[in-house]
């Protein structure tokens, strides 16, 4: 399923640190420059590190991935999570972002 492209998503009120702060309320989003690693998962703080220069589709796509991480239960083998993994998280960042599945921006 394609990304559906910044500014044109049909879900305008999702927000993925509310969403965060009102189901994961332990966890925190930290944007930093991870030297162009998408994103570091780190269970023992309980943090999100994201490096938004990674994510062409941005900094609300990627904290919503992230998140899906989380609610699907993911968990990394030897510090890494697998292509399925990053997909299905793709997915239901992309379902968050726009309930009816991925468009074109008009």
């Known amino acids: 399923m394609p990304i559906v492209p910044r500014g ?11 969403d ?3 189901r994961w309320p332990k966890w925190r989003i930290k944007l ?3 030297a162009g690693v ?3 998962i780190c269970a023992d703080h309980r943090l999100l590190l994201i490096d938004p220069t990674a ?9 919503t991935h992230s998140i899906a ?4 239960g993911h968990a990394a083998v ?10 299905q ?9 726009d309930e009816e599945g991925s468009r074109e921006c008009a």
């Open 8 to 18: 044109c998503r049909k879900n305008q009120t999702y927000d993925p640190a509310s």
């Open 20 to 22: 965060l702060a009102a």
């Open 32 to 34: 930093t420059d991870l």
């Open 38 to 40: 998408p994103h570091i």
């Open 55 to 63: 994510w062409p589709e941005g900094e609300e796509f990627a904290a």
């Open 69 to 72: 991480h989380l609610d699907l």
């Open 78 to 87: 030897d510090g890494m999570l697998s292509r399925e993994q990053e997909d």
């Open 89 to 97: 998280a793709d997915w239901l960042a992309q379902v968050r972002l």
